[in-house]
DNA sequence: GTCTATAGTGCGATAGAC
DNA sequence: GTCTATCGCACTATAGAC
């Protein structure tokens, strides 16, 4: 689960201010959504002025962009991690395990980012988004490509980042939420 | 699952031109996002200017409001059908296949638009969402309040939203999706 | 790398004619 | 109920001083 600079991943080194700005965004999206969120806002939660920002990126979309793939970066590294395991059993239980850890890290930020709209259509034609999704698929499906193992892999990944930020759930800490869902989460795997 | 004027709905009666807003709003949401829709996209979606929606909603948040509140009544339908039913497993299952329905049926659009930041804001405070959200909680779960019953019900429900918009399920047609969500579905609960 | 200042655009919202 | 026209404002983005 350390930080890891995983071979395939094309994202640019970012300098300290960039990952600053990243971070201030990472913060403000789920709260008020990518469209909601002004340059103007990110700036203030710095402490700076927007020209400041604007010296870091040109456009308001090269921001959305480095927020959607550095969380993308950490779902990469999880199956980077999957796939060195030496049995398919073994890689299933890894990828599963690093999402929950993912899910339960962020709570509220990773899934509500990544379900925004704006993000959903940066990554209609990212190459890497389609590459990490199938080898997600590859890892928890094989060469199953019925209709029971998609929905039931499309299930399980739903209900592992979604379950996360659920009003039922949001008094639990960390920890209880962490092995609640691993536990129902290899249950439902069989 | 027809057209049902719940009991306790409080939302008002909606004139045809308001009608026609909604459902404009309820397409445009789900692809821009509540803050990336403006009134000028919603006036273009129905042919008409920005001044004749001002006519039948006084500001934005009104719009938002009332597609929040019809998507929340559609679920309120669910929950009351539910409550009606003889046994409690009847009732249980009742809800679980009343949700698929629902999430079957608007694919991209239900859980998108309940999952915005902004609708999420406007729920914080909405005494309607905690009644209902406190009725769904005892179908599913009655009076078991443990960590293990809530992360389950949460899974269950945030798998059955999420799973209809997954990428991994994109091709499979409405009746094969809907059948194996709750055959899965209905596993998951035991 | 940060600032002040500003250009240009689209937003939410209103006034008043038809 | 819909229109044209407009107000005031916040937004993205840029220019140029320090």
Redesign the interface.
């Known amino acids: 689960m350390a930080s890891v600079n995983a071979v395939g991943s094309k994202s640019p080194a970012r300098s300290a201010a960039q990952l600053r700005i990243i971070g201030a965004a990472l913060a403000l999206f789920?709260?008020?959504?990518?469209?909601?969120t002004s340059l103007q806002m990110i700036a203030d939660h710095l402490g700076v002025t927007k020209a400041a920002v604007y010296h870091q990126f040109n456009t308001k979309d090269e921001i959305v962009l480095a927020v959607a793939e550095a969380e993308l970066a950490r779902l990469e590294a999880v199956v980077a991690g999957a796939e060195a395991a030496s049995t398919q059993a073994r890689a299933r239980l890894l990828v599963v395990s690093g999402i929950v850890d993912l899910a339960v890290d962020s709570r509220r930020t990773t899934t509500?980012i990544l379900?925004?709209?704006?993000i959903v259509g940066f990554f209609a034609d990212h190459h890497t988004f389609f590459d990490v999704?199938s080898r997600l698929?590859r890892l928890l499906m094989g060469d199953d490509v019925g209709?029971?193992a998609?929905?039931?892999?499309?299930?399980?990944?739903?209900?592992?980042?979604?379950?996360v930020m659920?009003?039922?759930?949001v008094d639990?800490d960390d920890d209880?939420?962490r092995t609640?869902?691993l536990r129902?989460?290899r249950r439902?795997l069989g």
Do not use: K, N, W, Y
């Open positions: 789920p709260e008020h959504g990518v469209s909601g509500t379900s925004d709209p704006v999704m698929r209709a029971d998609r929905v039931r892999t499309a299930m399980l990944l739903a209900a592992i980042s979604g379950a659920h009003p039922f759930v639990l209880t939420l609640e869902l129902l989460a439902f």
